[in-house]
């Protein structure tokens, strides 16, 4: 990944500027050692460009501009990738939301833990957190709920489901978080984490998974979280986060979302690495 992540930046910055590969340098901005990753100019100058990189479980993305003062943040994260069911399974949801109390707020903590997103039954059946009802307070896993629809029918099934349905909601968070300090370049120097907070939030739906040696399909996007700062509504940022297969999600932030030239973000490109990367390095002078 952080060869894929070396190529991709390249190939980014040699297609804006035009710069051969062998003459493409990074700096940091801010601080040396955990500052912002910037490119440099000949002249040792910081490039008129911005971009950001993430990459998670063999997937890099890199969002990039030329657009003067823009800053943008970038991060994936991967919901099935760590052993998260065995501190939920020991503690509960709410114990494993409680671990990272440093950087959620009182209020994101208890929206993380005790609200849904609509999921699916094994049967196809679409829950909506209605028909979820107080079920949405259960934070154990291997449990059986009952809910009643608004047909009047009824419908079990395990809390497994319902927990993987607040995980998911949580990576959301989460992401859209690391976007957001990505963007700012402070990442984990940032002191006012806890007081960014994330209101609105909605898990994207889930592409295809990958099948045979096919990539899966993009998922949903969500562009309508809000941002706040301090407890100031951030107007001026502009964030989406877009599912990827089963298990990525990508959060994009730009600020000043003023200066954009349009008012959905262009869509990703999916790269081949031998087609589009590889070939353009090995022909640039
Ligand atoms: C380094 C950090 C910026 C991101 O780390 P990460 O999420 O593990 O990794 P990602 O794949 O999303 O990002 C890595 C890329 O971020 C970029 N990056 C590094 N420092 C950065 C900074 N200060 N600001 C913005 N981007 C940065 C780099 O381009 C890096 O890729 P590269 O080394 O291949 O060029 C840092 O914030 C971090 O370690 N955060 C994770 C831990 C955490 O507590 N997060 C809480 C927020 S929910």
């Known amino acids: 990944m952080a060869l894929g992540s ?13 710069l051969p590969w062998l003459d493409i340098r990074f700096g940091r901005k801010g601080d040396p050692k955990h500052g912002k990753p910037c490119c440099l100019l000949p002249d040792g100058s910081t490039a008129p460009i911005e971009f950001n990189v993430s990459h998670q479980a063999g997937l890099v993305a890199l969002v990039g501009c030329q657009i003067a003062d823009m800053e943008l943040g970038a991060d994936i994260v991967c919901v099935n990738e760590r052993n998260d069911y065995r501190v939920i399974d020991q503690d509960g949801f709410d114990g494993w939301v409680d671990v ?47 809910v009643v ?30 976007a957001f300090i990505k963007l700012t370049g402070e990442a984990l120097l940032a002191k006012w984490i806890k007081n960014l907070e994330f209101r609105n939030v909605r898990a994207p739906v889930a592409g295809t998974i990958a099948r045979c040696s096919t990539l899966g399909s993009w998922g949903e ?17 502009k964030m989406e986060i877009q599912a990827f297969e089963e298990n990525f999600m990508i959060a994009i932030a730009a600020k000043p979302s003023s200066k954009l030239p349009f008012n959905d973000f262009p869509k990703f490109a999916s790269l081949n690495l031998e087609q589009d990367i590889i070939a353009v390095a090995e022909t640039s002078s």
């Open 6 to 18: 070396a190529l991709l930046k390249r190939l980014f910055v040699s297609k804006s500027l035009g």
């Open 100 to 146: 990272y109390q440093e950087i959620f707020s009182a209020e994101e903590s208890w929206d993380m833990k005790y609200n849904t997103d609509p999921f699916k039954l094994l049967d196809g059946t679409e829950l909506s957190p209605a028909d979820v009802g107080r079920n949405d307070r259960c934070c154990t896993r291997d449990k059986e709920l009952t």
């Open 149 to 178: 629809l608004k047909s009047g029918e009824e419908r079990r099934f395990s809390s497994d489901l319902l927990i993987d349905a607040k995980l998911r909601r949580f990576y959301t968070f989460w992401c859209y978080k690391e």
């Open 221 to 237: 996007r969500v562009d309508d979280v809000e941002v706040w700062l301090h407890r100031k509504k951030l107007e001026d940022v």
